[in-house]
């Protein structure tokens, strides 16, 4: 199973300890075309 996180908050602090605590992916608020690739990618399609 994947983690992805869409989120706000745009910092590297953020990002680092949401990969420490198991998230695959980050993606940062608006590019919801980037979360839809990621998700694809995530469920291997």
């Known amino acids: 199973m994947s983690i992805v996180e869409f989120t706000a908050e745009a910092n ?3 990002r ?3 990969i420490k605590q198991g998230v695959e992916y980050y ?3 608006p590019d ?3 979360l839809m690739h990621v998700v694809a990618h995530a469920a291997g399609r």
Do not use: G, S, T
């Open 32 to 34: 919801f075309a980037r």
């Open 27 to 29: 993606v940062m608020k």
């Open 16 to 18: 680092d300890e949401a």
């Open 12 to 14: 590297r602090a953020n």
